[in-house]
């Protein structure tokens, strides 16, 4: 093992690790405005309750992103500092953009949320958090179209060695950015939505033998129990909902992979030589005919290039060297990412319909909830392994190789000593992260009564 390989492992662990903080801020942030819109438009105080509840997680996992987040900046300069010279006049711009424009109206409009309640009017302190969400959305639009060009390169030229810019819309609208947003941003609201479901569920278990009581005019008061049912439904929905845009989006990004990264293609389908009628394979030896033709092109009986004749057309084209993805990883990862995900989206879609007309919870169902919070974290995983190790060995496709991009000062024992404290730093802030959630899921939203002595008293009690 070299300085490539444990810097290739260094940038894997800690840009997974992020990643996981990633879609829960960009899913759990809109799970909350429509909480606090719920809430202002009807005035029931249980939306309230939610909103500050889930606010309080919202706002620990952000914090936990943004933290994660700084390494990666420097990361560029101590490993990949090959790899920053050549892209650093394409990149400049869209992450500027994330920096000055998305990330700076995020964090400043988060902030305004945090203190400005009863010190904002009631629209305007809910407009804030709505900025703030759409900050955050924009930030992984940039970002997300920064990484498409590393897989698809345009509005560029290539001058004494670097990447010139050329025409920055070219590089926005490109057009593995345009399948990729969608797909990534909806499955941040798979992940939300998983992780809501797992706390309503946990609480469905606790508050499911409350009973209602009647007040004067009659009326069955609402319980907690009703609450988090209604909580759950709302993630349920946005599950569902944004199973479908991943579902439409992956079928445009498999197209693009035809036209775009056909060696990442046929890896991902453990296809070696071009095939008319390309079987789509559900597991080693279990296939369907023209299924993969068909979902690379519309058509049963396209040819779909292998792995092997892509080798030997690369060779050919940038010289000798081994073209093709980690098999395996690119293989399994593609699988796993379905699994996980399809599992998700049928759950969603399964609770809405056992909860239709007002039907309570089935309790198995909340238990089911609650084990199934991993299944979404493991599917957004395993789609962010098959896209970065599917794009190897380049990390600019047909431009610059990994193997080139690497630091040419930094040796073994550098980059051991720094993967170490990364991956021992990150496993501490992974148990605080953990151990923070957990505390205040237990604890649960405060009491009416409670609530509204810290609106009157203490407006940033609940941060």
């Given at each position: 093992?070299?300085?490539?390989?444990?810097?290739?492992?260094?940038?894997?662990?800690?840009?997974?690790?992020?990643?996981?903080?990633v879609?829960?801020?960009?899913?759990?942030?809109?799970?909350?405005?429509?909480?606090?819109?719920?809430?202002?438009?009807?005035?029931?105080?249980?939306?309230?309750?939610?909103?500050?509840?889930?606010?309080?997680?919202?706002?620990?996992?952000?914090?936990?992103?943004?933290?994660?987040?700084?390494?990666?900046?420097?990361?560029?300069?101590?490993?990949?500092?090959?790899?920053?010279?050549?892209v650093?006049?394409?990149?400049?711009?869209p992450?500027?953009?994330?920096?000055?424009?998305?990330?700076?109206?995020?964090?400043?409009?988060?902030?305004?949320?945090?203190?400005?309640?009863?010190?904002?009017?009631?629209?305007?302190?809910?407009?804030?958090?709505?900025?703030?969400?759409?900050?955050?959305?924009?930030?992984a639009?940039?970002?997300?179209?920064?990484?498409?060009?590393?897989?698809?390169?345009?509005?560029?030229?290539v001058?004494?060695?670097k990447?010139?810019?050329?025409?920055?819309?070219?590089?926005?609208?490109?057009?593995?950015?345009?399948?990729?947003v969608?797909?990534?941003?909806?499955?941040?609201?798979i992940?939300?939505?998983?992780?809501?479901?797992?706390?309503?569920?946990?609480?469905?278990?606790?508050?499911?033998?409350?009973?209602?009581?009647?007040?004067?005019?009659?009326?069955?008061?609402?319980?907690r129990?009703?609450?988090?049912?209604?909580?759950?439904?709302?993630?349920?929905?946005?599950?569902?909902?944004?199973?479908?845009?991943?579902?439409?989006?992956?079928?445009?990004?498999?197209?693009?992979?035809?036209?775009?990264?056909?060696?990442?293609?046929?890896?991902?389908?453990?296809?070696?030589?071009?095939?008319?009628?390309?079987?789509f394979?559900?597991?080693?030896?279990?296939?369907?005919?023209?299924?993969?033709?068909?979902?690379?092109?519309?058509?049963?009986?396209?040819?779909?290039?292998?792995?092997?004749?892509?080798?030997q057309?690369?060779?050919?084209?940038?010289?000798?060297?081994?073209?093709r993805?980690?098999?395996?990883?690119?293989?399994?990862?593609?699988?796993?990412?379905?699994?996980?995900?399809?599992?998700?989206?049928?759950?969603?879609?399964?609770?809405l319909?056992?909860?239709r007309?007002?039907?309570?919870?089935?309790?198995w169902?909340?238990?089911?909830?609650?084990?199934?919070?991993?299944?979404?974290?493991?599917?957004?995983?395993?789609?962010?392994?098959?896209?970065?190790?599917?794009?190897?060995?380049?990390?600019?496709?047909?431009?610059?190789?990994?193997?080139?991009?690497?630091?040419?000062?930094?040796?073994?024992?550098?980059?051991?000593?720094?993967?170490?404290?990364?991956?021992?730093?990150?496993?501490?802030?992974?148990?605080?992260?953990?151990?923070?959630?957990?505390?205040?899921?237990?604890?649960?939203?405060?009491?009416?009564?409670?609530?509204?002595v810290?609106?009157?008293?203490?407006?940033?009690?609940?941060?």
């Amino acid at each position: 093992m070299d300085a490539l390989d444990l810097a290739r492992w260094q940038f894997g662990v800690t840009t997974v690790y992020h990643f996981l903080f990633v879609p829960l801020t960009i899913g759990l942030g809109v799970f909350v405005a429509g909480l606090q819109t719920a809430w202002h438009r009807t005035g029931k105080e249980h939306y309230l309750r939610l909103t500050k509840f889930f606010g309080k997680l919202f706002l620990i996992n952000f914090a936990m992103g943004v933290v994660t987040g700084i390494v990666q900046e420097f990361q560029f300069g101590m490993n990949w500092s090959e790899y920053s010279t050549f892209v650093g006049d394409v990149f400049g711009a869209p992450l500027a953009l994330e920096a000055l424009l998305a990330f700076f109206m995020e964090s400043t409009f988060i902030g305004l949320w945090i203190f400005g309640w009863d010190r904002l009017p009631k629209r305007v302190h809910l407009a804030c958090l709505w900025a703030a969400v759409i900050g955050s959305n924009l930030s992984a639009y940039f970002i997300l179209a920064a990484n498409a060009w590393m897989k698809h390169p345009v509005g560029y030229e290539v001058v004494d060695g670097k990447a010139r810019m050329t025409d920055l819309w070219a590089v926005l609208t490109n057009s593995t950015a345009l399948a990729q947003v969608p797909h990534v941003v909806a499955s941040a609201f798979i992940v939300a939505g998983g992780f809501v479901l797992a706390v309503c569920g946990y609480w469905l278990l606790r508050t499911r033998n409350e009973n209602r009581n009647e007040n004067r005019n009659g009326k069955r008061s609402e319980t907690r129990n009703d609450m988090w049912r209604g909580a759950a439904r709302g993630a349920l929905v946005m599950t569902a909902i944004a199973g479908v845009v991943v579902v439409g989006s992956g079928d445009m990004s498999a197209k693009l992979a035809f036209e775009q990264q056909p060696m990442k293609l046929a890896s991902a389908e453990g296809l070696r030589h071009d095939t008319a009628g390309a079987p789509f394979s559900v597991a080693p030896g279990i296939e369907i005919p023209g299924v993969l033709s068909f979902l690379s092109t519309g058509d049963f009986g396209a040819t779909v290039q292998g792995t092997e004749n892509l080798q030997q057309r690369f060779e050919q084209e940038f010289g000798p060297g081994d073209y093709r993805p980690d098999q395996a990883v690119v293989f399994w990862s593609f699988r796993l990412m379905i699994v996980f995900g399809m599992a998700t989206a049928g759950l969603s879609v399964l609770g809405l319909w056992l909860t239709r007309r007002g039907r309570p919870m089935p309790r198995w169902l909340s238990r089911l909830f609650v084990l199934a919070l991993p299944l979404p974290l493991l599917a957004v995983t395993a789609g962010w392994l098959l896209s970065e190790v599917g794009r190897q060995p380049w990390t600019v496709a047909g431009e610059l190789l990994t193997a080139a991009s690497v630091s040419p000062g930094v040796g073994l024992t550098e980059v051991a000593v720094s993967l170490a404290i990364f991956t021992l730093l990150y496993g501490a802030l992974a148990v605080a992260e953990a151990v923070l959630l957990t505390r205040h899921v237990r604890k649960g939203p405060e009491e009416p009564r409670r609530v509204a002595v810290a609106e009157r008293r203490e407006p940033s009690l609940m941060y």
